[in-house]
């Protein structure tokens, strides 16, 4: 059982939605009284697609993930929209020809667009890191959330490949990557140089990021609940460049407004 599914079961307490992939777990429960979808993609031995049987985000997934995010906008454009809440173990998208050719890249734009538009759409919405937060997987499940928390333990990473995958691309061994990163936090795939830089709203430590206890699934639940109070009715990402390490994007920022401002 794969941390997403084993925290999707704690925190939803319902029955899957129908209707999507065997790899994306979809359930409607309520979050501090609120409807709430919980959305998590979870391994499946008996994937068509060979390179996404292991939890990652391939074609099927990427718009499944559409589907979901799409069917709860449709369904709540008349009433209270409710929160979405992602949770998050993906090691990668999936690489494989089949999934070149079948246009993957639009089946993650889909995904990414979804989550965009519902929280325009005034929807509250939550990435919870539960594992693995990798690549492409990352950025069309979970990346467009106004609030992104962690649990604070060794086997949640954030980083845009794995650590082979980069030493490779980058032509340094592993522990030169690791010396690398220890100097440069971007490169990082600890949860200390992920915050710095910004991006998380909070680290959450829980006895058994495994196997919840109790206690940490209540402990979790309330700090969604936090964060869809803290979100309130804003729909931007504005809140991430706050981060230690944002100095530059926020002098980009000024200057740009300063130019728009001249013109």
Request: glycine share 8%; hydrophobic share 45%.
């Amino acid at each position: 059982m794969s941390r997403a599914l084993t925290w999707l079961q704690g925190l939803a307490c319902g029955a899957t939605v129908p209707g999507y992939p065997a790899s994306l777990r979809v359930v409607d429960g309520e979050l501090d009284n609120r409807l709430a979808r919980f959305i998590a993609v979870v391994p499946d031995p008996l994937n068509p697609f060979p390179r996404a049987r292991a939890g990652e985000v391939g074609l099927l997934e990427g718009w499944g993930l559409a589907k979901a995010v799409d069917d709860m906008i449709r369904a709540d454009q008349t009433g209270e929209k409710r929160a979405l809440v992602a949770i998050i173990d993906v090691p990668s998208q999936a690489y494989g020809r089949r999934e070149e050719a079948l246009g993957i890249h639009q089946a993650l734009a889909g995904a990414v667009d979804a989550y965009a538009r519902a929280r325009l759409a005034g929807h509250p919405v939550i990435g919870l890191l539960v594992g693995k937060a990798m690549s492409g997987a990352f950025l069309a499940h979970g990346y467009q959330a106004q609030r992104l928390i962690a649990l604070d333990d060794a086997g949640v990473m954030v980083h845009a490949m794995g650590k082979a995958a980069a030493a490779r691309i980058t032509l340094r061994s592993v522990e030169e990557l690791e010396a690398l990163a220890a100097e440069v936090p971007p490169m990082a795939y600890d949860l200390a140089s992920y915050a710095s830089l910004g991006l998380l709203w909070r680290r959450l430590t829980v006895d058994s990021a495994e196997a919840p206890t109790p206690a940490d699934v209540t402990q979790t639940r309330a700090c969604l609940a936090d964060a869809v109070r803290d979100i309130g009715a804003s729909s931007d990402l504005s809140g991430r460049l706050a981060g230690e390490h944002r100095q530059a994007s926020r002098e980009v920022r000024r200057r740009l407004r300063a130019q728009w401002q001249e013109a």
